[in-house]
């Protein structure tokens, strides 16, 4: 009789924000997020330099943390999950530890869109959601196999998930999603006509 098994797995981690400690308050972060885009004035000017759609702090803000008390209790509550999931991937750490290397506030209005990437130099990447209005754009993940499938057929549209090319994930507000930094992802257009607020950050070795 013939076996199957599913080798070589791609995760996917998925857990409400506040599933440990320190609690973030929604709104607050909301707030602070929009507050720091109104006033970050270098952010504001790379974004309109390089075409980026909306508002990243990514190559403006590297002391969220810092700054912000709120953005260090995001980080001790993100602390705690990427360490549980870490222990899923069974990742043999020798002593060391993944710390945060970078966190961002991304606002993408109607129209703006992420174009697919990857994550290079970090172990863990990942995304919380602050707001998610509806119609908004899901996450859009590629099967990292995708360039080595040369004439391979498509599939089918009733393939399971972890048969299918892409999977797309609908976060809810409050969501932590955390990928492998290899994961090659992006944000579909936002179709809908609020933003779409979410934190990214990345994970390194250390």
């Not at 981690?13 to 004035?41: H, M, N, W």
């Not at 549209?157 to 955390?178: H, I, N, T, W």
């Not at 090659?184 to 809908?192: C, L």
Request: proline share 6%; charged share 25%; net charge negative.
């Amino acid at each position: 009789m013939a076996t199957l098994s599913s080798l070589f797995v791609t995760r996917l981690y998925r857990a409400p924000l506040g599933e440990f400690k320190p609690t973030v308050d929604a709104t607050e972060l909301e707030q602070s997020c929009l507050v720091i885009a109104e006033d970050d004035e270098a952010g504001q000017e790379w974004c309109e330099e390089n075409g980026y759609p909306g508002y990243t702090s990514y190559a403006s803000l590297t002391d969220l943390p810092w700054r912000f008390p709120i953005f260090a209790d995001l980080v001790k509550a993100l602390d705690a999950h990427v360490a549980a999931f870490a222990e899923d991937l069974a990742f043999d750490l020798d002593g060391r530890a993944l710390k945060l290397e970078d966190l961002w506030i991304n606002i993408l209005p109607e129209g703006g869109m992420h174009a697919s990437h990857i994550h290079p130099h970090s172990v863990i990447s990942g995304t919380t959601y602050v707001a998610m209005p509806e119609g908004t754009s899901a996450l859009k993940l590629e099967d990292p196999r995708s360039a080595r499938m040369m004439a391979a057929p498509a599939r089918r549209k009733d393939a399971p998930e972890e048969l299918r090319q892409f999977v797309y994930v609908a976060p809810k507000v409050g969501d932590v999603l955390l990928w492998e930094s290899w994961l090659r992802h992006e944000v579909p257009m936002n179709m809908a006509e609020d933003e779409r607020i979410s934190v990214s950050f990345n994970y390194a070795w250390a």
